[in-house]
């Protein structure tokens, strides 16, 4: 699990980050494999990233990372 910061709009957002079968977006459940889970690996907390996909810009600070557990969701 994996706490952002928004950069662009201060809102905090949570996704959970699992294997290519487990996404189900509507969700925040997010597969490692996807273009947005890639870009959330081997972050740090407090660490502040940005990045672009599909044209459109992102901005995140990482406040949190915990280990979850599927099933609990």
């Given at each position: 699990?994996?706490?952002?910061?928004?950069?662009?709009?201060?809102e905090v957002e949570?996704?959970?980050?699992?294997?290519?079968w487990e996404?189900?977006?509507?969700k925040?459940?997010?597969?490692?494999?996807?273009?947005?889970g890639?870009?959330?690996l081997?972050r740090r907390?407090?660490e502040?990233?940005s990045?672009?996909?599909n044209?459109?810009?992102?901005?995140?600070?990482?406040?949190?990372?915990?280990?979850?557990d599927?099933?609990?969701l």
């Amino acid at each position: 699990t994996v706490t952002l910061e928004n950069r662009d709009n201060r809102e905090v957002e949570t996704y959970y980050i699992f294997g290519p079968w487990e996404s189900e977006p509507s969700k925040r459940i997010i597969s490692y494999l996807s273009p947005f889970g890639a870009k959330l690996l081997n972050r740090r907390v407090d660490e502040e990233f940005s990045f672009t996909i599909n044209e459109n810009n992102y901005s995140y600070r990482v406040m949190q990372i915990e280990k979850t557990d599927f099933t609990s969701l």
